[in-house]
């Protein structure tokens, strides 16, 4: 069934949900502040670096898509508006509910101005409880009746940037979070052309799925890390520990991959805030501390296996990949942030490249140095930190060994293989390769 919808937000979550239900056959309206965006979005242009989205906006814009960047008539005539704003985090790790809020103002004005109901949606990611306080907060400013004018849902999203459209047309699950039947009826229909398992649990339970799931993958991420540290002390190589550990159904072998530490707008905001809510419950959140400050030493890993080879102060070292992963312009809470500010602080000069966030980050860390390629920010460095998994680091042993000469390559992302690296006389360290 073709439904009409609108998306409060035009931000990751709400162009990309936006623009896969476009390609359903859904209406969909987007409405964003961001007036920049909004032009992006209506030339049929991305305004963020996600594979596939390029396409999918230029067959739907100006037929099923469209957006805006004020609230007149964007929700008039929806079926549904989902709200897929930001909830920043706020000093002491709770969530900024301020846009959630603002949003909701928009949505009960024409909740009280129209004559048919309408499914309020929340996406964004929210502390358990939001969506029931959001019902009671609509029907205070628009005088009508949840369940009779208007309902709310919580529908969490578990998508990852880099494989997002993916993700939308291929969910594990839907979890559909209401109150009432009627309400779960009608979100069903709106996912009736995906074929995943669906969840229907209360809005509150949502909200924690979302909130649980993603501290357990950040907990995993955590675990394999520290896992990874006692492999390098113990001469093994953490790879075919995992192989092994994740062989297990019960555990299983996905988001066991050592790393830089996970960084990204939703794991490290996510995991803080549902801390708070616990312990704003009484409840001592002990893994989920574990799993941030496990993470926090792994960011700076890469860093100080380099230290521990040699003293890095005057000498120039280069960072290779600066977003928080593969295939995403996004930087935020990016190891690559904490590599280069230890670098600097240890007095070596660093010369940065990344395909997509050169730009980002000059942002953040304007006192290094941005290159144009790998090739440019490698040769002649005294070392080099590869810091993301982007394909274009895979490359042969021979092609770092060529512009690095005997320099040390620390790979916190273990793209190369060990066999090569050591046949071209590759000075090669990995995270989580003991040398045994
Ligand atoms: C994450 C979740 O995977 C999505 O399901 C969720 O919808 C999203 O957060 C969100 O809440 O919006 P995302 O942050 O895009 O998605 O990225 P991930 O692919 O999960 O990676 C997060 C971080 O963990 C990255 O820094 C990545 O490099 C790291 N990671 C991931 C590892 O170090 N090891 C792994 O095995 C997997």
Known sequence: MIMKMSFVGAGYVGLVTGAAFAADGHDVKLVDIDAKKVGAVNRGESPIYEPGLPALLKKHVGKNLRAQSSFAGALEGSDAAFICVGTPQMENGSTDLKYVEGALQAVAEEIRKREGYMLVVIKSTVPPGTAIRAEKTLAKLSGKKPGVDFGVASNPEFLREGSALEDCAQPDRIIIGTARESDAKMLGRIYERHKARI???????????????????????????????????????????????????????????????FGGSCFPKDVKSLAFEARKKGVAPILLDAALEVNELQKKHAFAILEGMMKVQGKTVAVLGLSFKENTDDVRESAAIDTIALLQSAG????????????????????????????????????????????????PAAYYRKLLGDAPLVDARRLLDEKDAAAAGLNYHCIGRGKG
Do not use: H
């Open 199 to 261: 969840i229907r649990v209360t809005p509150t339970a949502a909200e924690m799925i979302k909130y649980a799931s993603n501290s357990f993958l950040a907990a995993k991420i955590s675990y394999a890390n520290e896992i990874a540290r006692m492999c390098e002390s113990l001469g093994l190589d953490v790879d075919r520990v995992m192989e092994g550990v994740g062989a297990d159904r019960r555990i299983g072998a996905s988001f066991l991959n050592a790393g830089a530490g």
């Open 348 to 395: 070596a000069s660093v010369r940065a490249y990344d395909p997509k966030a050169n730009a980002a980050m000059q942002k953040i860390c304007p006192g290094a140095k941005y290159c144009a390629s790998a090739a440019d920010c490698l040769d002649g460095a005294d070392a080099a930190i590869i810091i993301t998994a982007w394909d274009e680091f895979r490359k």
